[in-house]
């Protein structure tokens, strides 16, 4: 048996007037998601423990397998793994975004959803400008960066605010607060102050803006980290070989943490340009090698936070159109294949943040009996009445169900 699972990340949404009380899938044009559904199971997952923020590293650590509360890492210890950074026993790790304030304002999360290769020399010169003995700035993607803390533990007890959690709203009341704030402070404070003085950033800036996007003016400091303990893994617990493809960091580093080997594909991002049909048929090659590979596509989640609702239909229209298909064609074409699809939490475009609520997912293929379920949607899925508490029990489904 060959498994597939399908992690739309953020598809997940509450009805919305401007869709006559409809959801983005309900709304979005999903056949091939909606034959999964008809001829496979469908049910909610509860992928996020209460007390966990409803965040990917906790939901995609439940589809990967593995029960995110007993298994803890943080967000920024991850993505640094993704990163090849080994954290010694005295150093902290931060999520570090790049973002635009406006008089106060959170303008952007993603500064613009800054691409790559206009990010990299801006961090890579505030990394050459204010690294030292305390602190190591590391480049990752797109918007998201790593900050390295060494010697102060007391960051751990510092309370932090995502800035995707603020978007259109004043920061001041979201600043970092506890004993490490004035440090963080100090160092966004100097980065700041170069992205305004130091002619190489200004020009970095200039460039942006002569393409029609938005400055770097800040660092955000988000989700503090230390080393993660022994983790299981998926040949330990499942044994079974599993892959898994992303263009996010965090699902690189929770491939890496949990033994998945890493797809490294042409063409995969993390929004509305990936190259989705690469993707797929790059991930479906990996089943040469393993049992389980892994998917996931990061573009309605973007589109959640930015609260762009055509955006979000188009990610869900084009996985639908140029993912799904060639799964079914796989399964065709060799049998013994399941599938699972299913976001990892949900993104509201109306809120542009996470929320705390179970996911509809649907099991496909061999050995699956059909339920009642007529479309892939939030309201299929509750309407089954199947809901599966605590959600990473999903993938056991998946395996043995």
């Not at 007037?17 to 056949?31: Q, S, V």
């Not at 060494?150 to 709203?169: Q, Y």
């Not at 509809?360 to 199947?386: C, K, N, Q, R």
């Amino acid at each position: 048996m060959k498994y597939i699972t399908l992690i739309l990340d953020g598809a997940s949404d509450l009805p919305l007037d401007e869709l006559g009380g409809r959801t983005p899938l309900e709304a979005a044009y999903t056949p091939h998601l909606d034959r999964l559904a008809r001829e496979g199971r469908v049910g909610m997952a509860a992928t996020v423990p209460e007390g966990l923020e409803p965040s990917s590293s906790a939901a995609c650590t439940a589809l990967l397998g593995f029960d995110p509360a007993a298994n803890y890492v943080g967000r920024a210890a991850i993505e640094g793994a993704a990163l090849g950074i080994e954290l010694a026993p005295d150093e902290v790790a931060l999520r570090i975004n790049t973002v635009t304030l406006e008089d106060g304002i959170m303008r952007s999360f993603s500064a613009g959803s800054i691409p790559s290769h206009h990010a990299l020399p801006i961090v890579e010169r505030l990394a050459a400008k204010l690294n030292d003995d305390i602190f190591t700035l590391y480049p990752g993607v797109a918007y998201r960066h790593i900050l390295v803390v060494k010697g102060h533990p007391e960051l751990m007890d510092t309370c932090f605010t995502p800035a995707h959690d603020i978007s259109d709203k004043a920061v001041a009341p979201y600043l970092p607060d506890g004993p490490g704030a004035a440090l963080i402070a100090g160092y966004t404070a100097r980065a700041r102050d170069l992205l305004t003085t130091d002619e190489q950033l200004v020009a970095a800036n200039a460039a942006l803006q002569d393409e029609g996007r938005l400055p770097v003016t800040d660092l955000w400091a988000v989700w503090p980290s230390t080393t993660p303990a022994h983790l299981p893994t998926l040949a330990d617990t499942y044994h079974k070989t599993g892959a898994l493809t992303s263009g996010v960091g965090l699902l690189h580093g929770l491939a890496q943490l949990f033994g998945y080997t890493k797809l490294d594909i042409t063409g995969v991002t993390d929004s509305q340009d990936n190259d989705y049909a690469a993707q797929a048929h790059g991930a479906l090659r990996a089943l040469n090698e393993h049992d389980l590979v892994v998917i996931h596509v990061e573009s309605p989640d973007e589109a959640g936070h930015d609260g762009d609702l055509a955006g979000k239909i188009e990610a869900l229209e084009a996985i639908d159109a140029l993912i799904v298909p060639a799964l079914l064609d796989y399964a065709a074409t060799h049998g013994f294949t399941r599938i699972l699809a299913t976001p990892d939490h949900p993104t509201p475009v109306a809120l542009k943040t996470h929320i705390h609520a179970p996911v509809p997912f649907v099991l496909w293929g061999s050995g699956i009996e059909p339920d009642e379920a007529a479309a892939y949607s939030e309201v299929a899925a509750m309407a089954t009445g199947w809901c599966i508490d605590p959600g990473y029990r999903v993938v056991e489904e998946l395996f043995h169900g």
